[in-house]
């Protein structure tokens, strides 16, 4: 087999050429993936006959999902049960034209399927394999079922998304999306950009390189000084609301309409401006508040002179003040804020994009922005199987093989 792909639109992006196989699901591999894509990677995703579970995520419509549409965006599905040995085979088999491989599922389950580490550098001796796991493909733990949820809270953020345990008895907040996941699926294309570029390096060696990503070790190695402090001090670094442990004065403030209002005016020359917008020059030299220790030390006091401004204003009007005295500032953008959004629209980073299944829908943009070869959203998110003969095909797989696959229930 070989054959460069054909896709409805060409690959664009520093990534394009680049070929990966994405065994995965749910979030963590298939985000590692989409930011490959995104960029210009040819991303094949495997999907079991019955569709990734994030296919019925969130509101649908006849029975697609706008999430799907961008999570699923610029790959190639296929859909194949890899309980069957000649769906195995065909993997192999594909994996002879991949640079790389990105899988989410339990240390061992792709073994078990018959892709085995050494089948599959078997087939391609220098595919790089990117793992992501709950908690690492060794160790007592590695066995355990996760999903993001357990990696963000024994990685040791859910702790902190709280607000401290004086103001409140409440459950410790999700962030609001799956950040565990992304979080290791962005460490995944990391490192799986890292290994590449090894293997490419001095004319490219054979070496096969693995990747190993737990949920857990993703968010840990993001908890800033949470671990130095204690390991120093002794201290237990604990939830803060929507203050920040270490500078002042940096909140989500209440406005007269009923709004929160984030101000970060945590540096030096920030509060002096502050202080003259909340009419009150002198503050900036007042010894409770001179400095980023002074004011941390007296943020409660601080903190309830800002409120008394902004609770004397509409949001948008005191956001307006703030940004016009250089002060950093906004409303809490909602969906209809963030697509109704100037400075996104000019950047391409909210943009409408055409898809078959759902008519135009809202996405984010590519990130980061390249401008010398930007990548482009080159299709929505597809059906399932949608291009599994255009793969078989390019395998070398004539339309009757391709038939009787499906016929028997290989593949969709
Ligand atoms: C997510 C999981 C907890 C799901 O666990 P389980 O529901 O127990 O299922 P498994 O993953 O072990 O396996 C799923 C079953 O589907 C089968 N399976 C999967 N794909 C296929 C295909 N293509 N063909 C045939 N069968 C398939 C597989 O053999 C299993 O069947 P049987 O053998 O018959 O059972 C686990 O995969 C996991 O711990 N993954 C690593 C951590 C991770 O990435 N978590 C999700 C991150 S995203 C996230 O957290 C989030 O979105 O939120």
Known sequence: MSAAPSSPMPAAGPLAGLRVLEIGHFVAAPFCTRLLADLGADVVKVEPLGGDPVRQWGEQRDGHSPWWSMHARNKRCIALDLKNPRAVALVLDLVKDMDALVENFRPGQLDRFG??????????????????????????????????????????????????????????????????????????????????????????????????????????????????????????????????????????????????????????????????????????????FAGNPARLANVGELDALIAAWTRAHDAAEADAILQAADIPSTLCFTAADIAADPQYRARGMVREVEDPLLGPVLQAGIVPHVPEDPGAVRWAGPSIGAHTDEVLAQAGLSPETIAELRAEGTIR
């Open 115 to 288: 892709l085995s580490e050494a089948a599959l550098h078997a087939a391609r001796p220098d595919l790089a394999i990117a793992r992501i796991s709950g908690f690492g493909q060794d160790g007592p733990y590695r066995d355990r079922a996760s999903f993001g949820v357990i990696g963000e809270a024994m990685g040791g953020l859910r702790h902190l998304t709280n607000h401290p345990p004086e103001e409140t008895d409440l459950p410790p907040s999700r962030v609001g999306i799956s950040i565990g996941d992304s979080i290791a699926g962005l460490y995944g294309a990391f490192g799986l950009l890292a290994t590449l570029w090894q293997r490419d390096r001095a004319g490219g060696t054979k070496q096969a390189y693995t990747l190993d990503v737990a949920l857990t070790e993703a968010m840990l190695s993001m908890m800033e000084g949470t671990l130095p402090e204690y390991g120093v001090f002794g201290t237990i670094r604990q939830p803060q609301g929507s203050r920040i442990q270490t500078a002042a004065p940096t909140n989500a403030y209440p406005t007269r309409d009923g709004q929160w209002l984030l101000v970060a005016a945590n540096s030096d020359p920030l509060f002096r401006r502050l202080a003259r917008v909340l009419g009150r020059p002198e503050l900036a030299d007042d010894p409770r």
